[in-house]
């Protein structure tokens, strides 16, 4: 079930692989028995990766469904501290976190919570000091002490006024003040990666710091920022310039410390946020 999950949701039998430590051709080898088992087809090949066919989505529903009954029952056997600490990048707060977080408060109304938020590189910091267990951060930077499960890939978009009729990059970029959370901010430095490799001379850069903020100020004309295109459609962006394929995908990591297991709990809040 979990290689079946890890599949669905990475989709790459690879990735899931390397995210579960198993070899390829057992992946594979997992997913054909189930295939069997069924006997349905639960994946089609795309561009885009494995895509689960309508009979593979109603069991990734049912598989998901018994993966978190486990882990409540694990939780209530083992009786661990109903403990959460958690980092996720700011851009990256969305409604799925906060139904997640009101999920587990249904079960266990004595939940204690830990949310910080921040750059990639600060979530990995407040990890490396014992801030925090795990966090959620678009991309990585590959620190030895901390170990990255991808978790999938987001797509990115530049959002501002009426860039959406755009007709390329450089018209959307070329000069254009680029507003980011802070310099250290993972954003900047794509952004900044994507304007030398294209040749665009680079706009002064606005540091905004709230999240919220920044979206307004691209609305009103004040310059461009990337975001992902899931939280464009949580904050209602409709002006929007879709990057080149080269460019427009980035990896997404569910991060912890080197062996650090995680608790039935967390193991929860992860498979719940995800589903969700």
């Not at 079930?1 to 990735?15: D, H, I, P, Q």
């Not at 795309?46 to 939780?75: D, N, V």
């Not at 990337?226 to 209602?236: D, E, P, V």
Request: overall charge positive; charged content about 20%; some cysteine.
């Amino acid at each position: 079930m979990l290689a079946f999950v890890a599949v669905a949701e990475l989709k790459s039998v690879s990735a899931a692989a390397a995210s579960l430590n198993h070899l390829q051709s057992n992946m594979t080898a997992k997913i054909k028995k189930i295939e069997s088992h069924y006997q349905r087809q639960l994946f089609l090949r795309s561009a885009r990766g494995m895509e689960l066919t309508p009979e593979g989505e109603k069991l990734y529903k049912q598989f998901k469904r018994i993966i978190l009954l486990w882990e409540e029952t694990e939780q209530e056997m083992q009786q661990r501290e109903l403990k959460l600490r958690i980092g996720t990048m700011q851009s990256a707060v969305g409604t799925n976190i906060a139904e997640a977080f009101a999920n587990l408060y249904r079960k266990y109304p004595a939940l204690s919570v830990t949310l910080k938020t921040g750059t990639t590189e600060t979530m990995e910091n407040e990890l490396l000091q014992g801030h925090i267990d795990l966090a959620y951060t678009i991309g990585k930077s590959d620190r030895a002490q901390l170990t990255y499960k991808p978790i999938g890939t987001e797509e990115m978009v530049l959002a501002g006024k009426n860039i959406g009729s755009s007709a390329n990059l450089i018209q959307a970029l070329q000069g254009k003040t680029q507003l980011i959370l802070s310099k250290d901010c993972l954003y900047a430095s794509i952004l900044e990666r994507i304007c030398v490799a294209n040749g665009i001379k680079q706009g002064p850069k606005t540091e905004v710091g709230v999240f919220e903020t920044l979206l307004q100020l691209s609305s009103l004309g004040m310059g461009v920022t990337l975001i992902s295109k899931t939280i464009a459609r949580q904050f209602g962006v409709t002006d929007y310039f879709e990057l080149p394929p080269g460019d427009r995908y980035i990896e997404k990591y569910l991060v912890t410390r080197q062996n650090y297991e995680l608790s039935p709990l967390e193991r929860q809040f992860v498979e719940i946020s995800h589903f969700i």
